[in-house]
């Protein structure tokens, strides 16, 4: 496992945060590598192994993680509760864009993913917002 996602020694449990995992049953990973030692498929395996349904959203491949993958979030046929995105900054806005217009509850940026405009979009389309923090991580504080 990278750096990124390892769990700090300190940290305190953020209750937002944690009633957001908590709610979330069908998760989008955008970025999801099929490589096994990338964070977003440690990241998305550790969710999947918590009974959340992963959908895997990735320009190559046709299944990771035993799950059916999209090239786009638009083409997700059922309702998704949390975007997760494992991409550059500047490549997020036109995500968070997809993520307001498939209807998503939470838009997630993980750790060292950031941008501002981005957590606007996202925000200003109803939904709650999170950059620049590891998922696996914050579930592991709560």
């Known amino acids: 496992m990278s750096v990124a ?37 440690i990241v998305a395996k550790y969710f999947q192994d918590k009974g959340v349904k992963i959908i895997p959203v990735y320009p190559r491949e046709e299944t990771i993680l035993g799950e059916k993958v999209y090239r786009d979030l638009d083409e997700i046929p059922e309702k998704v509760d949390m975007v997760v995105v494992f991409r550059k900054g500047e490549d997020t806005p036109p995500i968070a864009e997809k993520a307001v217009k498939i209807k998503a509850k939470y838009f997630w940026m993980q750790e060292g993913v950031i941008n501002d405009d981005s957590i606007k979009i996202a925000e200003n389309g109803g939904l709650e917002a999170v950059q620049n923090k590891c998922a696996m991580v914050e579930d592991k504080r709560c």
Do not use: F, Q, W, Y
């Not at 020694?9 to 945060?17: F, N, P, T, V």
């Open 5 to 41: 996602c390892e769990l700090p020694s300190a940290g305190k449990r953020d209750e937002k945060l944690c009633k957001m995992l908590a709610d979330t049953k069908i998760m989008v990973v955008v970025g999801l590598s099929p490589k096994p030692h990338r964070d977003s498929n």
